[in-house]
């Protein structure tokens, strides 16, 4: 079965930055939708970005993090990368991997859904001075 691994999380001051990444451990052969999401505490989970497997694969981000965060695939499609910069401390939350094979995921009008079929474990960011 397939295995979302995430790491990279930590604490960073305001306007600092973090790379977070994630990888598909069990099947490095597929190419998946993979995507970001995050929940802070009391609050729902959130679509923070995603990116469709391709060679310059569309991407697709949540309003709050455009211009300030970037994703990205591996070489072998199956490791995202999420790199945020002037990170705020709204930006304070458990960040997710997502990944699915069915590539409407990965679409302007799908991303957002929780209704991926696979998940990490979540990896702690936090933004605090």
């Known amino acids: 079965d397939v295995q979302l691994v995430e790491s990279g999380g930590g604490s960073v001051r305001p306007g600092g930055s973090l790379r977070i990444s994630c990888s598909a451990l069990?099947?490095?052969?597929?190419?998946?939708?993979m995507g970001w999401f995050r929940q802070a505490p009391g609050k729902e989970r959130e679509g923070v970005a995603a990116i469709y497997p391709s060679p310059g694969g569309s991407t697709y981000y949540a309003d709050s993090v455009k211009g300030r965060f970037t994703i990205s695939q591996g070489n072998d499609k199956s490791t995202v990368y999420l790199q945020m910069n002037s990170l705020k401390p709204e930006d304070t939350a458990t960040y997710y991997c997502?990944?699915?094979?069915?590539?409407?995921?990965?679409?302007?009008?799908?991303?957002?859904?929780?209704?991926?079929?696979?998940w990490g474990r979540g990896t702690q960011v936090t933004v605090s001075s």
């Open positions: 069990g099947d490095r052969y597929s190419r998946w939708c």
């Open positions: 997502a990944a699915d094979l069915d590539w409407t995921y990965c679409t302007g009008n799908g991303w957002t859904r929780l209704s991926w079929n696979y």
